[in-house]
């Protein structure tokens, strides 16, 4: 009996665990947010660099640096941002699932934050990118 408890309790410890969120707030960027600096009147520097780490459609201005599981998709940010001020905000975005538990966003933030860089950010897409995106009518690529 108390092997099955042992069992059942690091089961159960496994599955909450994996059920915490993997990002903080602060390491979030809501969509509105930036759809709104998207649509904005600032100068194209102060507004946030966006690159699109995964395989799906282009949010307006992004740019598409290919998936990040790859090691060709990680030099490519690398190079993308590489004269970027490190204070500049940078967003990745996939799109393909939630940010939850796509493989192209980890991978894609910590080479900014391990770049150096203060304000790098996850797209906050809990569903993935037509649901929380496309469906509200946020500015997209033609």
């Given at each position: 009996?108390?092997?099955?408890?042992?069992?059942?309790?690091?089961?159960?410890?496994?599955?909450?665990f994996?059920?915490?969120?993997?990002?903080?707030?602060?390491?979030?960027?809501?969509?509105?947010?930036?759809?709104?600096?998207?649509?904005?009147n600032?100068?194209?520097?102060?507004?946030?660099?966006?690159?699109?780490?995964g395989?799906?459609?282009?949010?307006?201005?992004?740019?598409?640096?290919?998936?990040?599981?790859?090691?060709?998709?990680?030099?490519?940010?690398k190079?993308?941002?590489?004269?970027?001020?490190k204070?500049?905000?940078?967003?990745?975005?996939?799109?393909?699932?939630?940010?939850?538990?796509?493989p192209?966003?980890?991978?894609?933030?910590?080479?900014?934050?391990?770049?150096?860089?203060?304000?790098?950010?996850?797209?906050?897409?809990?569903v993935?990118?037509?649901?929380?995106?496309?469906?509200?009518?946020?500015?997209m690529e033609?």
């Amino acid at each position: 009996m108390k092997k099955v408890f042992i069992l059942f309790l690091a089961i159960y410890t496994s599955y909450s665990f994996s059920q915490t969120a993997i990002w903080k707030k602060e390491q979030m960027m809501p969509t509105k947010e930036l759809a709104d600096k998207i649509n904005s009147n600032l100068n194209p520097k102060e507004k946030p660099l966006i690159l699109n780490v995964g395989p799906m459609d282009l949010i307006k201005s992004s740019i598409e640096v290919g998936r990040a599981t790859s090691v060709t998709g990680i030099e490519k940010i690398k190079s993308t941002v590489a004269w970027e001020n490190k204070t500049r905000t940078i967003v990745v975005y996939c799109g393909c699932c939630s940010y939850a538990s796509c493989p192209n966003i980890r991978p894609a933030y910590d080479a900014l934050i391990n770049a150096g860089f203060k304000n790098a950010k996850v797209l906050e897409l809990p569903v993935g990118i037509r649901e929380d995106w496309v469906a509200k009518g946020y500015p997209m690529e033609n």
